[in-house]
């Protein structure tokens, strides 16, 4: 009697589940995901692991395709390879995670391949391939798009040169950290959030000591918003080339302190030595490239130079670049993937020409460079960002207002540092 009480009550729980499931998802996702999403999608991988690995191959067979019968060779598709061996999915926010062992010969790659194959299979928003120790591989599946509407939290303390500036699609917070990774290139089409994302950043380092410099061949249109915060925006191409020379020698003033103290970093000099961090913005990079008549030859270079040392003096010397563009390729000539090549933080968001999304992932990693083409136009602010550790990974900036980064520029006007001529630097 007590039994069959308990399975009545038992499938009275599976029923209410069943009818308040739709309304559920709609309104409280992460309740849906915990009692219904998560059980059906583990039950639904497991039932479908076996099938998914033999059709993309990456179950093996145990005997080989040619087999020697006496003194005749039997060749053909030996029957139930055997699937790579999973791990019970574990339940994270928003999704699931498994372990795979894989099979000798196997590479984390092979399995990203079918990463989209996955994601069907498991009726998930996304599956991401981790490469996990030796021999095994993580998979990380999505239930749903966590950058749709990301909430970041209130940044009320400010660490040094930190910049908290988005979401991450694994939940964390996206920072951009200069003591970490000095340079950084941000790409994207037009409306795609690059301003944004400039936009952002300024307002998280306006209110820290360092001193902003802009170079905006928008003609100053975005960077200008800035402007009382700037210790200097360059709005032409004349402009910038001048600017680049000053910051070459202010690198090489900040060098020849560091020499002269005897330490190897701005950082390290006594207090009183020290000198303010400097982050140069640079928006519409290629204008500083293009070359209209011959006479831009020598500009053109002069800046190519200029930026590339930069780039190399800069991350001791507390100079660091934050590099933007929509059309970032390497038709723009040897100068820019050069330049690249110094810039280790990378954000891509939606690009409309393939070289763009080749300059600024295809070096590092061949999925980021898959992920960031797959970003649509509806998603405005989304990018893949490589970072810190080298792994790539979806994000999305915060939604920064122009009027709100321009009133906390204003707010941190006083901060600005400015050119002092009797000491020959900015303080
Ligand atoms: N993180 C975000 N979240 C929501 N909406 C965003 C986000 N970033 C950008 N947008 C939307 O996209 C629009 C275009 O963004 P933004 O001006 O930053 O693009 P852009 O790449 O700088 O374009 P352009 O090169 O033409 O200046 C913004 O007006 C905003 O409405």
């Given at each position: ?31 849906w995901?915990?009692?219904i ?16 690995t ?8 145990r ?85 749709a509407?990301?909430?970041?939290p ?8 930190r ?128 070359m ?5 030859k ?5 800046i ?31 100068g ?7 810039l280790?933080?990378?954000v891509?968001?939606?690009?409309s ?39 790539w ?35």
């Amino acid at each position: 009697m007590g039994l069959e009480i308990l399975w009545l009550l038992v499938l009275a729980a599976a029923a209410g589940l069943a009818i308040a499931a739709p309304g559920l998802r709609g309104h409280r996702p992460d309740v849906w995901w915990c009692l219904i999403g998560y059980p059906v999608t583990v039950l639904r991988a497991m039932a479908t692991w076996r099938r998914l690995t033999t059709t993309t191959g990456l179950a093996v067979p145990r005997r080989p395709a040619r087999l020697l019968v006496g003194s005749v060779v039997l060749k053909g598709d030996p029957l139930r390879p055997v699937p790579p061996r999973m791990r019970l999915p574990l339940l994270r926010q928003g999704g699931l995670e498994t372990t795979v062992r894989m099979h000798p010969g196997q590479v984390p790659a092979d399995f990203a391949q079918y990463a989209e194959a996955l994601a069907h299979a498991w009726r998930m928003f996304a599956v991401r391939v981790v490469a996990e120790g030796r021999g095994s591989v993580r998979l990380v599946a999505l239930a749903w798009d966590p950058l749709a509407s990301p909430r970041v939290p209130k940044v009320t303390q400010y660490e040094p040169l930190r910049a908290v500036v988005g979401r991450r699609e694994d939940g964390a917070v996206w920072a951009i950290d200069l003591h970490v990774v000095p340079h950084w290139l941000v790409v994207g089409a037009t409306r795609s959030g690059k301003s944004t994302l400039i936009a952002a950043l300024v307002k998280q380092l306006a209110p820290q000591r360092l001193a902003l410099f802009g170079i905006d061949l928008k003609g100053g249109m975005e960077l200008s918003l800035f402007e009382v915060r700037l210790s200097e925006l360059a709005p032409d191409r004349s402009s910038a080339a001048r600017l680049l020379a000053r910051l070459v020698a202010e690198a090489e003033a900040r060098m020849a302190l560091c020499r002269a103290a005897g330490v190897r970093a701005v950082k390290d000099l006594p207090k009183h030595l020290r000198r303010p961090p400097i982050v140069l913005i640079v928006d519409e990079v290629a204008e500083l490239y293009l070359m209209a008549s011959r006479d831009d030859k020598a500009e053109v270079a002069e800046i190519s130079t200029n930026l590339l040392r930069i780039a190399q003096l800069g991350a001791a010397l507390d100079v660091h670049l934050v590099i933007a563009g929509q059309r970032v390729g390497s038709d723009l000539g040897p100068g820019v993937t050069a330049l690249r090549a110094q810039l280790g933080g990378r954000v891509c968001h939606r690009v409309s020409d393939p070289g763009t999304a080749e300059m600024a992932l295809g070096d590092l990693s061949k999925e980021a460079l898959t992920a960031a083409q797959q970003i649509t136009m509806a998603q405005q602010g989304v990018a893949v960002v490589i970072g810190e550790d080298g792994q790539w990974i979806r994000a999305r900036s915060i939604h920064v207002a122009p009027e709100e980064a321009q009133r906390v520029a204003r707010k941190y006007a006083e901060f600005t540092p400015v050119w002092r001529e009797e000491e020959g630097t900015y303080r």
